[in-house]
């Protein structure tokens, strides 16, 4: 890396204010991590990626998982290019939806392996080493399995969340426990949570920032509320009523400001939901998006995996079309 001459001579001069009476100070402002201005679009590596998940850490270290392959790429703050973070089948075989814990030390994982009884789980990952530390396992629910983690949250005081999409359930992991392994619970489950007939079920989850999550399904495109109350259980949910159907409602995120940003599989496209009340405004922030599985808000924009799952999981769907790739949606400059 060249170094300019004002750049040594400013060094100097931080270095001489430093020796003096006044000082520096140990809380300086940190810089900000270097942007991804102008990059538009994130190439995976592989033929058989198919990007589900997506996280970002508070410095824009993006980390993107694989649902056939387990494996995560990483991508860091500034850059588009895809580097190693876990290999394939190193941790699962199969990863769904990714968050990086508020205090950035793990990155929390949905494990599900397909065509097998295995049990969903949700698993830190160091983010130091790319090893697993912690799994807690999805409870049982009756005789019919523990269901399939798909999106996971966390509120502010630390819980973390996961969707459930068989079985219409949000499971819990509460803060005090996510480092003692087998510790999830059921935080809600409710038959309008459940998948319809043939549908997949329960699938983008978020928190807003204040008293409560969200959840959408993507069979039928139903948005919840579900308010966490003063002593931590679920209140009574609440159904949004949408001015415009959620075509294959997917990832979906809260942006302070703006309300959610949802990912429509099926309709291909990135749309935000204003919620006045228990109703629902959609607007489409951008089409023509490939089968889009999850999203991030980072950078002023939502980076979306497009998952083309349709490949995998519908018979006779044509090939998915390569490379696989992150695109950026730009939010407009000004909220609604």
């Known amino acids: 890396m060249r170094t300019s001459n004002a750049f040594i001579s400013r060094s100097v001069a931080v270095a001489l204010a430093c020796l003096s009476a006044a000082g520096c100070s140990d809380e300086e402002e940190p810089l900000p991590p270097p942007s991804r201005t102008g990059v538009m679009e994130i190439v995976l590596p592989g033929n058989d990626f198919y990007p589900e998940g997506i996280a970002a850490a508070s410095d824009d270290t993006f980390y993107i998982g694989s649902v056939m392959t387990g494996q995560i790429i990483q991508v860091k703050p500034g850059s588009a290019q895809a580097t190693d973070f876990v290999a394939p089948k190193a941790v699962v075989t199969g990863v769904v ?51 399939f983690c798909n999106e996971i949250t966390e509120d502010s ?41 043939g549908q997949f079920g329960l ?25 966490i109350t003063a002593s931590g259980a679920a209140g009574p949910l609440q159904a ?29 496209a990135v749309s ?17 998006l490939n089968e889009p599985s999850s999203l991030v808000i980072a950078e002023k924009s939502a980076w979306v995996s497009e998952g083309q799952l349709s490949a995998i999981v519908v018979p006779n769907a044509p090939p998915a079309k390569l490379p696989f790739k992150v695109r950026r949606v730009p939010l407009p400059e000004q909220a609604p």
């Open 97 to 147: 939806g990714l968050h990086v814990q508020r205090d950035q030390k793990y990155l929390w994982l949905c494990s599900n392996v397909y065509g097998t009884t295995e049990a969903p789980q949700l698993i830190a990952v160091d983010r130091q080493t790319a090893q697993a530390v912690h799994r807690h396992t999805f409870p049982v629910q009756g005789n019919s399995g523990a269901g």
């Open 157 to 197: 005081a630390g819980n973390l969340y996961a969707s459930d999409s068989v079985h219409g359930r949000i499971i819990r992991v509460k803060a005090d426990r996510r480092e003692m392994d087998e510790s999830a619970d059921v935080f809600i489950a409710a038959t309008d949570l459940e998948p319809e007939q």
């Open 203 to 227: 699938n983008g989850l978020t928190y807003d920032g204040q008293s409560s999550l969200y959840a959408v399904k993507t069979g039928d495109g139903k948005l919840f509320r579900v308010p």
């Open 240 to 268: 949004i009523t949408l001015d415009k159907a959620l075509l294959g409602a997917d990832g979906l995120q809260y942006v302070n400001g703006w309300g959610l940003i949802v990912a429509e599989q099926y309709g291909k």
């Open 272 to 288: 935000r939901v204003v919620i006045a009340g228990n109703q629902g405004t959609v607007t489409r922030l951008q089409e023509g």
